[in-house]
């Protein structure tokens, strides 16, 4: 049973649709782990779906519609961003996040490496991250979000232990230390927005060499 999860924001946007695609797909991998917060999000989704039920209908004037049409005509129309299924799933042993492309797995730094994931361009990145056990990532904060569920293995830093399924959602506020646990490879699936900084010495020696 997962013990980290998403802040009770995270997820009430993500029930509402509003979240974004990047964020809900990190969001979908935990609720896919988590039957608590997937029967809280339930919960929020029937309770909108019950506020909808209560609204009064309103007629619409006469013509309405046919002024909608003339002024969306000739507009072009973005595709709606997409709100990632609960039953989003990782097969470790073929290495496929079930819906997604991902990019080949490319070196980092050493026991370091990084993917990217397919999701429509936006101000949120979507990759994953694997390192191999007992390594220290240099203490690094964000210039924006950075949404993080274990898919495999575990890692630690101040706020505890974060194993398969845990969801650790940061923001500006955070630095983070981690150290991958002993005993197997730890792989994270991140959403992040804004810019990763890292705060020691050796970090900012090694900042020009790492692009995530």
């Not at 990047?22 to 029967?39: D, N, P, T, Y």
């Not at 220290?136 to 194993?163: D, M, N, Q, W």
């Not at 197997?184 to 020691?200: D, R």
Request: net charge negative.
């Amino acid at each position: 049973m997962s013990r980290h999860h998403p802040k009770d924001t995270t997820l009430a946007d993500y029930a509402a649709g509003t979240l974004g695609e990047g964020r809900s797909l990190v969001v979908a991998a935990h609720l896919a782990m988590c039957g608590q917060c997937h029967e809280f999000v339930s919960a929020l989704e029937e309770a909108g779906g019950q506020l909808l039920d209560r609204v009064e209908a309103v007629a619409m004037s006469e013509g309405a519609s046919a002024r909608a049409l003339e002024r969306v005509a000739g507009l072009a129309v973005e595709p709606k961003a997409v709100r990632p299924s609960r039953q989003i799933v990782w097969r470790a042993e073929q290495d496929k996040l079930l819906g997604y492309d991902l990019g080949p797995w490319r070196w980092i730094s050493p026991g370091l490496h990084y993917r990217a994931v397919n999701v429509p361009q936006g101000d949120t990145r979507v990759f994953m991250l694997k390192a191999v056990p007992g390594l220290k990532i240099p203490a690094h904060k964000h210039t924006g979000t950075e949404l993080t569920c274990v898919l495999k293995g575990a890692f630690i830093h101040e706020s505890g232990r974060y194993a398969a399924g845990d969801c650790d959602d940061a923001d500006q506020e955070h630095e983070h230390n981690p150290v991958i646990d002993e005993g197997e490879e730890c792989v994270c699936l991140v959403a992040m927005q804004g810019e990763l900084q890292f705060t020691g010495f050796f970090g900012r020696m090694i900042q020009p060499f790492i692009r995530i």
